[in-house]
């Protein structure tokens, strides 16, 4: 086994951290343009997950809340809808400078709630997120149907695509801010309105975002956000006979629970579930830039990503060389505070999921080899939810680690021999989020684009995501899309409109049905 890294367990200044409790002192349910509190009864408590001390503690959000916020949703509606394409436009465009001037807000407040180091937060989370404010302040501009046609005689039609109503939307804890903005934007910008439930471990960055629309001057009630449980706030979302659309982001077992509910009232459901992301490194690949693309691929936001590759299937000529570089290369990742300048990688969300994380590691020492980490730090690092970036090769194909999501910082690597023999195992999963193929022959990386059955295939490289192209699964990754144009129209409904050209009330088809009278 390698020699684990060294911790860098160094400590920002509390006083530049995000003060969230006296930020939302007065709750953390935003209903109509303000602050309220929750009316379930009980409280819960956002835990910074590197000292595993609560930071913000606030009255949760019950079926009352929901319901409240569904109706000014409702309300809101008809007044957004008529907006002209270019007066939501504007609005989005003011809110993406709110959101810049806000920037660095965001970025604590959410590495405060996740743990993750300020610095991808500053260079990646909100950036992105501004960016995609940006994309459909645009976008909301070339809402378009069809061109009119004559398809059936003297009939002109054209196709209308129009907002669909209220979008009851539940986002995960993961990508907190970012997973609010790919539910919220692509609605309103179509002309919806939404209630949004993030996850009861990471509201902060929500409603610093719907705050930050409403100072936009997007009206009151287009967007809300409830804070609650799953289980009352959100099945109480999804089943609400107001809520005309269901939008999750997920596990895949909870994404069933919710199509299930949704079923009941025949919602229009949009799914973003889990993932078990392939990285196929051929043998005419780079093995220093796959090696580089592995670590980072399988460490972003510390392992907790749907598509953080997870399973790297290496060519046998580069096996062994490829096992020993990426252990080298996961044993100089610094763990640390997540406000610290040094820091590479932070805790995950919970000693729960660290502890889970790391029953999956422990279980496979029995059928595999632990190259590098597989441990808690110790220290300071050891009062929070750290994991030390590890490493798992020689584990079966049909074992828990290769088939299951761990959503920690964990890789498991596998060889194979023929070209064939890669493209089969990369598929043999029941996800289909992403993958990345590594290649110098063009035609070996066009096949793999072709035949990985996954919503995205990268080629030699892995996690770079843009505005302007679909994010969105295969299988039982879920279906629909976030981001670009493609999830701009998931949140309208097509009419087709059709004229009688002629001013005639009776026409042949008539006289068909009816005869002449």
């Given at each position: 086994?390698?020699?684990?890294?060294?911790?860098?367990?160094?400590?920002?200044p509390?006083?530049?951290?995000f003060?969230?409790?006296?930020?939302?002192?007065?709750?953390?349910?935003?209903?109509?343009?303000?602050?309220?509190?929750?009316?379930?009864?009980?409280?819960?408590?956002?835990?910074?997950p590197?000292s595993?001390?609560?930071?913000?503690?606030?009255?949760?959000?019950?079926?009352d809340?929901?319901?409240?916020?569904?109706?000014?949703?409702?309300?809101?509606?008809?007044g957004?809808?008529?907006?002209?394409?270019?007066?939501?436009?504007?609005?989005?465009?003011?809110?993406?400078?709110?959101?810049?001037?806000?920037?660095?807000?965001?970025?604590?407040?959410?590495?405060?709630q996740?743990?993750?180091?300020?610095?991808?937060?500053?260079?990646?989370?909100?950036?992105?997120?501004?960016?995609?404010?940006?994309?459909?302040?645009?976008?909301?501009?070339?809402?378009?149907?069809?061109?009119?046609?004559e398809?059936?005689?003297?009939?002109?039609?054209?196709?209308?695509?129009?907002?669909?109503?209220?979008?009851?939307?539940?986002?995960?804890?993961?990508?907190?801010?970012?997973?609010?903005?790919?539910?919220?934007?692509?609605?309103?910008?179509?002309?919806?309105?939404?209630?949004?439930?993030?996850?009861?471990?990471?509201?902060?960055?929500?409603?610093?975002?719907?705050?930050?629309?409403t100072?936009?001057?997007?009206?009151?009630?287009?967007?809300?956000?409830?804070?609650?449980?799953?289980?009352?706030?959100?099945?109480?979302?999804?089943?609400?006979?107001d809520?005309?659309?269901?939008?999750?982001?997920?596990?895949?077992?909870?994404?069933?629970?919710?199509?299930?509910?949704?079923?009941?009232?025949?919602?229009?459901?949009?799914?973003?579930?889990?993932?078990?992301?392939?990285?196929?490194?051929?043998?005419?690949?780079?093995?220093?830039?796959?090696?580089?693309?592995?670590?980072?691929?399988?460490?972003?936001?510390?392992?907790?990503?749907?598509?953080?590759?997870?399973?790297?299937?290496?060519?046998?000529?580069?096996?062994?060389?490829?096992?020993?570089?990426?252990?080298?290369?996961?044993?100089?990742?610094?763990?640390?505070?997540?406000?610290?300048?040094?820091?590479?990688?932070?805790?995950?969300?919970?000693?729960?999921?660290?502890?889970?994380?790391?029953?999956?590691?422990?279980?496979?020492?029995?059928?595999?080899?632990?190259?590098?980490?597989?441990?808690?730090?110790?220290?300071?690092?050891?009062?929070?939810?750290?994991?030390?970036?590890?490493?798992?090769?020689?584990?079966?194909?049909?074992?828990?680690?290769?088939?299951?999501?761990?959503?920690?910082?964990?890789?498991v690597?596998?060889p194979f021999?023929?070209?064939?023999?890669?493209?089969?195992?990369?598929?043999?999963?029941?996800?289909?989020?992403?993958?990345s193929?590594?290649?110098?022959?063009?035609?070996?990386?066009?096949?793999?684009?072709?035949e990985?059955?996954?919503?995205?295939?990268?080629?030699?490289?892995?996690?770079?995501?843009?505005?302007?192209?679909?994010?969105?699964?295969?299988?039982?990754?879920?279906?629909?899309?976030?981001?670009?144009?493609?999830?701009?129209?998931?949140?309208?409904?097509?009419?087709?409109?059709?004229?009688?050209?002629?001013?005639?009330?009776?026409?042949?088809?008539?006289?068909?049905?009816?005869?002449?009278?």
């Open positions: 086994m390698h020699k684990p890294g060294t911790a860098t367990p160094e400590r920002f509390a006083e530049e951290r003060a969230a409790q006296d930020r939302f002192a007065d709750g953390a349910q935003f209903i109509a343009g303000r602050l309220t509190r929750g009316t379930s009864g009980h409280t819960h408590t956002v835990v910074d590197a595993g001390e609560g930071v913000y503690t606030y009255e949760a959000a019950g079926a809340d929901v319901d409240a916020a569904v109706a000014a949703a409702r309300a809101a509606f008809p957004w809808a008529a907006a002209t394409p270019g007066e939501r436009s504007d609005a989005l465009h003011r809110f993406a400078a709110v959101l810049a001037d806000r920037a660095e807000d965001l970025a604590r407040a959410e590495s405060l996740c743990g993750k180091p300020l610095k991808l937060t500053r260079e990646f989370d909100v950036p992105g997120t501004i960016d995609n404010t940006a994309f459909f302040a645009g976008a909301a501009r070339h809402l378009q149907g069809q061109s009119a046609g398809y059936s005689g003297d009939h002109t039609s054209y196709v209308r695509r129009e907002p669909i109503g209220v979008v009851g939307s539940i986002a995960p804890w993961n990508y907190p801010l970012q997973m609010a903005a790919w539910k919220i934007l692509p609605a309103i910008a179509a002309g919806n309105t939404i209630v949004l439930k993030p996850a009861e471990l990471t509201p902060l960055t929500s409603l610093l975002f719907a705050q930050a629309a100072d936009a001057g997007i009206p009151d009630g287009v967007v809300n956000i409830v804070t609650g449980t799953g289980r009352e706030a959100g099945e109480h979302l999804v089943g609400h006979p809520v005309a659309m269901t939008s999750f982001t997920g596990s895949t077992g909870v994404g069933k629970r919710v199509a299930e509910v949704a079923t009941a009232t025949v919602k229009r459901l949009h799914l973003e579930l889990g993932g078990k992301a392939p990285f196929v490194v051929f043998d005419d690949a780079d093995l220093e830039a796959a090696v580089h693309g592995a670590v980072a691929g399988a460490l972003i936001n510390t392992g907790q990503d749907c598509t953080a590759a997870t399973r790297a299937y290496v060519q046998r000529p580069l096996y062994e060389a490829f096992v020993e570089r990426t252990a080298a290369l996961m044993e100089t990742v610094r763990l640390g505070d997540p406000f610290a300048p040094g820091t590479d990688l932070g805790p995950l969300i919970s000693h729960a999921q660290r502890d889970r994380v790391a029953g999956f590691v422990d279980r496979a020492r029995a059928y595999a080899r632990v190259v590098t980490g597989g441990e808690v730090p110790g220290g300071d690092l050891g009062k929070g939810a750290y994991y030390r970036p590890t490493l798992i090769a020689g584990a079966p194909q049909d074992s828990e680690v290769v088939r299951s999501e761990i959503f920690g910082p964990v890789l690597v596998l021999d023929g070209d064939d023999e890669g493209i089969r195992l990369a598929n043999d999963t029941p996800y289909g989020l992403a993958a193929a590594w290649s110098r022959d063009v035609y070996r990386a066009n096949r793999a684009t072709r990985i059955k996954a919503g995205c295939v990268w080629i030699n490289d892995h996690i770079p995501i843009i505005s302007e192209m679909p994010h969105g699964g295969y299988k039982a990754s879920g279906f629909g899309k976030d981001m670009s144009a493609y999830s701009f129209e998931e949140y309208t409904q097509v009419k087709h409109v059709m004229f009688d050209n002629t001013a005639v009330a009776r026409k042949d088809w008539h006289r068909t049905i009816f005869g002449d009278r």
